[in-house]
Every structure is written in C-alpha cells, then in structure tokens.
C-alpha cells in the first residue's frame, strides 16, 4: 500500500505527550488491573436533566434537522449575552461580540489561524494547556514562553519579560482558574494585562475554561471585567465543565468585535456551525437555573477538601487549590514528575498527568483530577500511603 507523506504543517505538529500515558494506562486496564484514572481533564458527572431534555425536545423540531445558520443561531448568541449581564456584568453585542464554537479546543486552535502569520511571536503560558502549541504549530508561528511560578502565584511576572518578546508579540494565551496550576487570576492581574497588550499592541486570548469553579467562596474573575478588556482581547468559554457537556462539543468566544469576525470569517470556511438542538440546549443551559452548575462547583470543592485533608494525613503536605477541578502536586525530593507519575501508575495503579507535560515549567509536579467519586479518591490516596514515601 503507498503510503502518502504528509504536509509540511503536519509534520510541524507537537507530540501529543499525554498520549503515551493513555497507552500505558490501557495495558494495564487489558492486564485487568483496577486503575484509578486521575490522568485526565474529563468531567465524571452527567449533563443536568433539564439540558438534556431541552436537546431531546429540539431534536424533535424540523427546524434544527436542515443546516442552522453560518456562525450560529442569534438565540444562542442573545443567551451568551444574557449569561455575561447576568454572571459577570459585562455587555456583549450578541451580533458583533459572540462568536459559536465547537468546543473552545476548536477555537482555541483557530484562533492562530486568524491572527498569525508564519514567524510571529505568541506569548504562552509555561505549564499550560497543550492546544495553544497545536494552533501555534500550524500557524508556523513562534511560541516565547512565560513561566507560571510558585513564588508568583502562578501568574506571569510581566515585569521579567524580554522587551523585544513584548515589542514582537502578537497575542498572548491566559487561564485562570488555572490548568495545570489550579491558580485564580486577581482582577489586579487582569487590569495590568490590559495595560500590558495596549502598551505591546498584543492581542489577548483569555481561555476561561474553569470560570464556574472557584472555591472557598471565590468567584473567578472574567477577563471582559477589566476596563478596556475589549478593546484588547477576548475570552473563550465553554460548557464542557460548567454544565459537564464536553461530550456536546459547545462552547463560545466574546469580546473584541475585530477577533469576533475573524473567528466567524475562519469557520464560515471550515463548518456550517452546530447542530441547531445542541445549540438550543445549551441557550437553556445558558439562561436557565444555575442550581445544578452551583451543586458541581461544591461536589469539586468537597473532593478536593477531602483529598487534600487525606494527603496531608498521610505525610504529603500540600495546600488547597482555589478553582478548577485539578490539583498540582510538588512531587517529593529525588524524583522527577516522570518518574513520580510512573511509579504512581505501575505500583498504585494511580494515573496521573506528570507536569513536565504542560511545559518545562511543570517539572517538579504531577497534575491530579479529581474526576471520580469520593470513595476512589480515598482509595487512590490509600494506595498512595501503601508505598511508604511520605513517611
Ligand atoms: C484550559 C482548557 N481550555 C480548553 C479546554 C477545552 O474545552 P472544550 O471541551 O470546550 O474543547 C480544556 C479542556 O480540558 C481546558 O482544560
């Protein structure tokens, strides 16, 4: 069989470093070992009722089953707006402000597309989310590094940054709440972020993936909430962990009018935006009782009290994380996160992400979800305990 090569953007794309961990994770599955599986970001609970009927109901509806309009139903973009009066205080013009996604990893990707050319420079976060490479790759764009420190809360130390990195730079990708870190960005932070990109003439992707889950009473700022956010950037948010529909694909882009266009320009080239019903859905999710995203934020918070209580018992001292449902963990002295993480996997059965997988930066830490019930948490930590380390 000929075996046809692959594009010259293909072969620029990052090794996919967490796939390795996924095999290594299933052998041991087929061997018939009980792994416990904290490796990953996917969200264990089910969709609340009320989305999935609203899904059910407009599947029923003709009007979904023809293509829905290029760049979305104005419904579901009215509802993005509703969302941001009403959570953040924040005004959107839902038809120059919203763009529709199909997930933010999507858009995420898209994004360098839009605004890059080969050889620019994109300011990203060290650890991070591993996307932002993906769309950086294909952009043949140029990715400076910020590193995320312990010592800085993990926020940017804007002040360290090489001047020239500033001058050149295009765009910059933030997250807060925080993955890997599980960090919360302050509004001081965000404010000095738009001080930052007028000064640089950068543009700013916020990726507000965790922006329901802030703890101990916190609530995650958004970016848009910051004078002049707009003028300078715009914020990705998706359902996937609000409402855990990560399986629905749905998610949207808000803020500056001139990156709302070329997001909607880009994908009016690649889809015919999402299914009408799950777009109905998820404007009911959007506009609907929040009871149920309130309730997931408290169950993330209890594990997380209950887990961190359990390690700090067992000799691994480690303080709470603020939002998010992951936990960021110094591994102990003498080992590597690599090392860490195997040995994690192959003597406790316990995936996790080692953070070197997020960047450079993430050396030293494992990445841990917290994405299985109470009682598999207690037991991943009670395997912990069995290898004698922290005592
Ligand atoms: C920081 C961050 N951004 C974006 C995403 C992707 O979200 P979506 O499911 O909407 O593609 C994730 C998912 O894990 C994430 O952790």
Redesign the pocket.
Known sequence: MHKFDVSDTLKRLPEQFFANLVKKVQALVVEGHDVINLGQ?NPDLPTPKFIVKALQEASENPKFHKYPPFQGYSFLKEAVAEFYLREYGVNLDPNKEVAILF????G?VEISQCLLNPGDRVLVPDPG?PDYMSGIAIANAQAVYMPLLKENDFLPDYGLMDKEDLDRAKLMFL?YPN?PTSAIATKDFFDETVALAKKYNICIVH?F?YGSLGFDGLKPQSFLQSEGAKDVGVEFY?L?KTYNM?GWRI?FAVGNPSVIESLNLIQDHMHCSLFGGIQYAAAKALTGSQESAHKLAKIYEQRRDRFIQKLNNIGWKVKPSKGTFFVWLPVPSGYTSEAFSTLLLEKAHVATAPGNGFGECGEGYIRVGLLDDESRLDEAVNRIQKLNIFT
């Open positions: 970001g997930g933010a990893k999507t995420l989310y997250n993955n990726d993936a998706t996937s990560a998610a």
